[in-house]
């Protein structure tokens, strides 16, 4: 596996950050869904990945600066063919490792709170993180489930 930056003039990437996009809005009730589209994760604020198993697009994640000591990991994204191969933990703690070494100490996300979004919800705990309240521009909603981590120097 090799984690890249992401190439957006590379259209298997963009073919996969829509299919993330269209997934996430239709498991998720209207108005809850907070995936961006390219577009969005086209600022300065944002890093975004791309996972790599031989010449294969496996999976895309993204890391977003709320604070010079908080961020969000965004957009993470497993190709439905290459789930279980370990791409979504590779992402997951590449993306940890970032906000390490950018200085974050801390580091959030949202996500769904539906069933669809269990295998992501169990990834993420094993990985440390644990419930929250909303941070950042989200507020309460039932159909988004907040999870946080400490950073702390491994």
Do not use: Q
Request: proline content about 5%; overall charge neutral; glycine content about 8%.
């Amino acid at each position: 596996m090799r984690i890249i930056p992401a190439d957006f003039n590379d259209e298997r990437v963009i073919a996969l950050f829509a299919i993330h996009l269209a997934t996430a809005r239709a498991e998720t009730a209207p108005g809850s869904a907070h995936a961006l589209d390219v577009s969005g994760l086209r600022t300065p604020d944002i890093r975004v990945w791309s996972l790599w198993i031989d010449d294969t697009l496996a999976g895309i994640g993204a890391l977003k600066r709320l604070s010079n000591d908080h961020g969000e990991v965004k957009s993470m994204h497993t190709a439905e063919a290459m789930r279980g191969r370990g791409a979504g933990r590779a992402m997951l703690r590449h993306i940890i490792a970032a906000a390490r070494s950018e200085g974050m100490t801390r580091l959030s996300l949202e996500t769904g709170s539906w069933a669809f979004f269990r295998p992501a919800h169990a990834l993420y705990r094993s990985e440390g993180f644990t419930d929250c309240p909303p941070f950042g521009v989200y507020g309460p909603d039932p159909n988004s489930l907040f999870l946080t981590l400490e950073l702390r120097e491994s």
